[in-house]
Every structure is written in C-alpha cells, then in structure tokens.
Nanobody
Framework: QVQLVESGGGSVQAGGSLRLSCAAS????????MGWFRQAPGKEREGVAI????????YYADSVKGRFTIAQENAMKTVSLEMNSLQPEDTAMYYC????????????????????WGQGTLVTVSS
C-alpha cells in the first residue's frame, strides 16, 4: 500500500503563492501517477495536476494552466505543487493522490483512477 501525507496549505491573499508538498511512503516503487485534486465546499472533487512518474509528463486542469506547476522530487517519493497567482476560486481542500495502475488518455484528472489518497491540506485565498 501507499501512504500519502500532504503539507504546505494555508491562507493567502489573491495574487499570492503557496507551495504544497506530498510525501509518499510504503510501496512507492510501483507508483505510475501522482498528483493533486481539490474539493471546494459544495462541489465535486476535481483534478488539478498530475505527473507521470517515469517520463515526468504533466497534465493540468485548464483552470490552473500557466499558474500551477507540479514537480517530482526525491526519486518520486515527493511531489510538489507550486501555485502562483492564486484566486479566491482556488480555495479548497487539496488532496494528494497516487496510483500504481495505468491511466488511459483523457482520464488522468479523474479521481476514480486513483486508489491512494492523503488526508488533504486546506488552501484559502482571500480577495
């Protein structure tokens, strides 16, 4: 099994930046994809950014392209999310996710494709 622990959430004013980090432990050698999802109050969980561990290929939601950057560190045991130009609509609980299975094209940002989840870290952006 894979255990994921997020860190780095907090409160920031609009236009500010935050950096999230996700540390994986356990059976990490077979992880294929890791990334970030978020869920705002009253909304469904949505994919934000995913990285393919072997090739470092990245996938982003349209709403965060150009503002957020996902990166892999420490031989895939840690994934970060650099968030810039934050807006109030980015306010949500952010969850780290991982899977050891192949994810088909077009489904990289679907939460149902991931079977390991962290507890979440809250990001609040005020206007």
């Amino acid at each position: 099994q894979v255990q994921l622990v997020e860190s780095g959430g907090g409160s920031v004013q609009a236009g500010g930046s935050l950096r999230l980090s996700c540390a994986a432990s356990g059976s990490t050698s077979n992880i294929k994809y890791m990334g970030w999802f978020r869920q705002a109050p009253g909304k469904e969980r949505e994919g934000v950014a995913i990285i393919y561990i072997d090739s470092y290929s990245t996938y982003y939601a349209d709403s965060v392209k150009g503002r957020f950057t996902i990166a892999q560190e420490n031989a895939m045991k840690t994934v970060s999310l650099e968030m810039n130009s934050l807006q109030p609509e980015d306010t949500a609980m952010y969850y780290c996710a991982a899977t050891r299975s192949w994810v088909t094209a077009g489904r990289k940002l679907y939460s149902g494709e991931y079977d390991s989840w962290g507890q979440g870290t809250l990001v609040t952006v005020s206007s």
